[in-house]
């Protein structure tokens, strides 16, 4: 047994423990039988597969056990010295504490014990790492260490110097985001550059569509709204197509923050609901979109909209709990809320408690925000002392803003500006060193020039007159190859004739004779000899083809393929009599009888069909099949074998063009072509 059979036959054996034990009690966790599967394999190797599908089979729904599962799969490379699968398996487990059941403490404690395994990992390992304490940083709201984090990732990669590494990438984008939320609009700039680099060198078109979100993001918090749409409507069209829902929920949710700072609350509005619709295993996310609508209702005094929202993140809140991004999203929805119902005593409570968070974090559009909010609940509640004060914060740090954004604006446009004259500058030092170089050898290249030229020319006559004999040699082959073809089909024709004139008129009249003597079994016996013959003499040369026509024997191949075998054939057959002469009817015939055989020998599929469509200039013939398929490219002999070419030569004497696709495991569709008008060659 191979190692493909053994790797299935202990999946089997995991997924007929998990569906057996998915409606069962696990009181106690107790899950003995599970780890007794995996443990009673041989190797460390034959329980990584084990361990890899645990996404599959038992993530998200069973996380207790699928913890326990990783943390026995770190036990056991780690007792084996492979400290690199153990790292992947601690990553893996870290996760699900920072982002699934929001502990922390225990995701950077698991982290921090791979990190100490220090120069028995990978350098691939290490800076794996690094990236997933960033990610858990980030989580709990401490961006500087998180950027540190990523920096250290991003050291540990460039000492590598490998740009096929994808988290290269994401070391330098997530860098980026660090710096973008810090001010530093030019280094950020510079970090998605290199991280784009890199992604587009490996084709990674995911992490690519999340450079551009981050760009998109740039342009936002530069002042250049439509720029920043423009980039959002350009991840739309991109993200349709691809897998990872987590990015393109992003990318609508953030869309929808660049259309309120452009005062369309109405595209926001909608594109937040689209990204609930989307669905798909990221309920934070959704949590987010909830939020955000929440507060989008209540800035156009939809209050029962926006309560409705707001009570639909009550009920997914304790799943949320110990987060403190989503505790603070939480919170944006609850004072809006409050606002909507005019409790404005519990609003101002709480938006002074986020304008104190958001001060720290340096959110400070955020804090305009809530300055704006708290002025209104003040100055519906009559204290219009309060209410100036606040007012007058909001359009101090509005002032500020704009401010700082027309600057930010004009120090990364000169940014902008300074990069693009450097290159331009080297470009154009490169093509004045072009222009001397050229100049110096001039003379040198002419002189060589006249030597090479009159090489050519002779080399060409050669060239020439052996080009010219080898298409002779191509064209006597060709017709050498036909004219088998014809002379071959003429012996089996001859054949043919003489099996059913001499021999089986010979057994016709033995049978006869023996069925007088009422000899049954030697009846028998040259009855079937006489059936073999037909059936040898139909081989060598169709004569329903001559007695009935072309699509009448076409047909007839099909249900005799149909009536002798497991495969279903769907067929679809125009008349096509009397189009061509016998000789080519003959080799069409052949064609169709060859693709059957094949796809009865090695398809291996449970349906096939036939298609003959008489078009007003040419006959096309497809016939298709659904087995395994093959690929040209792996397999060099399927083309020059000799039903292959078999089928091409018939091809060139009927003129016309022969088309093979095929798909290693789904299957091969050969399509023929013939020009009514076509002579025969």
């Known amino acids: 047994m191979n190692y493909i059979s053994l790797v299935m036959q202990r999946l089997f054996l995991l997924a007929v ?56 799969a770190i036990q056991n490379t780690k007792a084996e010295q492979q400290y690199d699968f153990a790292t992947k398996y601690a990553i893996r487990l870290a996760k699900t504490y920072y982002s699934e059941v929001f502990i922390p403490d225990s995701a950077f ?9 220090d120069d028995r990992l990978s350098p691939s390992s290490k800076g794996s790492l690094f990236i997933q304490r960033g990610h858990a940083y980030s989580y709990i709201n401490e961006y500087d260490s998180s950027l540190r984090e990523y920096n250290n990732a991003a050291h540990v990669y460039e000492t590598l110097n490998d740009s096929t590494q994808r988290e290269f990438g994401e070391a330098y984008l997530y860098s980026a985001a660090r710096h973008m939320q810090k001010g530093d609009f030019i280094k950020s700039g510079e970090l998605l550059e290199n991280a784009r680099a890199i992604f587009a060198h490996n084709y990674d078109t995911a992490s690519l569509i999340k450079t551009i979100n981050e760009t998109a993001i740039l342009y936002g ?3 250049f709204a439509e720029k920043a749409i423009e980039q959002r409507k350009k991840l739309i069209q991109l993200s349709n197509a691809n897998t990872e829902i987590g990015v393109i929920l992003v990318n609508y949710i953030n869309y929808a923050t660049e ?42 005094n939809r209050c029962d909209s926006a309560n409705h929202y707001f009570q ?34 519990e609003t101002i409570v709480l938006s002074k408690q986020l304008i104190d968070q958001c001060r720290t974090q ?53 940014t902008l500006y300074e990069k693009e004259h450097r290159e331009r500058q080297i470009s154009d030092q490169e093509n004045e060193i072009k222009v001397l170089a050229t100049a110096n050898l001039f003379k040198t290249r002419l002189s060589w020039a006249i030597g090479i030229g009159l090489l050519l020319f002779f080399a060409g006559i050669y060239f020439y007159r052996s080009s010219r004999f080898a298409i002779q040699a191509k064209k006597m082959e060709a017709l050498y190859s036909r004219q088998l073809i014809v002379a071959h089909e003429d012996e089996r024709k001859r054949i043919s004739q003489d099996l059913h004139d001499s021999v089986g008129q010979s057994l016709i009249l033995i049978k006869n004779k023996v069925a007088l003597n009422q000899d049954e079994n030697t009846t028998n016996m040259v009855s079937k000899a006489l059936e073999e013959v037909r059936s040898i003499s139909k081989a060598l040369h169709p004569a329903v083809l001559e007695n009935l026509g072309l699509t009448a024997a076409i047909q007839k191949l099909v249900s005799d393929a149909d009536e002798y075998s497991d495969i279903f054939f769907s067929e679809e057959i125009d008349t096509i009599d009397g189009l061509f002469d016998e000789a080519k ?54 083309v020059t074998s000799l039903g292959m070419k078999t089928l091409k030569e018939r091809t060139q004497l009927l003129g016309g063009k022969l088309m093979i696709e095929s798909i290693k495991g789904k299957g091969t569709s050969v399509t023929l072509h013939i020009s009514k008008r076509t002579e025969n060659a």
Not at 109 to 117: F, K, N
Not at 279 to 298: E, I, W
């Open 17 to 72: 423990f998990i569906f057996s034990a998915g409606g069962s009690s696990y009181g106690n966790h107790n899950y003995d039988s599970l780890f007794q599967v995996i443990d009673s394999q041989p190797t460390w190797e034959a329980k990584l597969p084990l361990y890899d599908t645990l996404d599959v089979w038992i993530y998200p729904e069973k996380l207790d056990l699928y913890q326990q599962c990783l943390s026995r």
């Open 109 to 117: 404690a698991i982290l921090s014990r791979a990190l100490s395994w």
């Open 221 to 223: 918090m530069n002042g």
């Open 259 to 300: 259309a309120r700072k452009l005062n369309n609350d109405s595209l926001g509005i909608r594109l937040l609901k689209k990204a609930i619709s989307l669905g798909g295993p990221k309920p934070d996310l959704r949590y987010s979109a909830y939020s955000k609508l929440t507060v989008a209702y209540t800035k156009i």
């Open 312 to 345: 639909r993140m009550q009920a997914e809140r304790d799943k949320f709990k110990g987060s403190k991004w989503l505790d603070e999203l939480y919170l944006w929805a609850q004072v809006y809320s409050l606002y909507c119902q005019n409790r404005y005593d």
């Open 362 to 414: 340096n959110k400070y559009e955020e804090v305009m925000e809530m300055e704006n909010l708290t002025y209104k609940c003040y100055l519906a509640k009559g204290d219009f002392e309060n209410a100036h004060t606040h007012l007058q914060s909001s359009i101090h740090i509005k002032d500020s803003i704009l401010s700082a954004s027309k600057s930010n604006a004009l120090v990364y446009m000169e």
């Open 585 to 638: 009817e003959l080799q069409i015939y052949r064609i169709i009888q060859e693709c059957l055989n094949n796809v009865l020998k090695h398809s291996m599929t449970e349906s096939a069909s036939i298609v003959v469509k008489n078009e007003p200039r040419r006959i096309s013939i497809q016939v298709k099949d659904y087995g395994v398929g093959f690929d040209l490219t792996e397999d060099s002999r399927v």
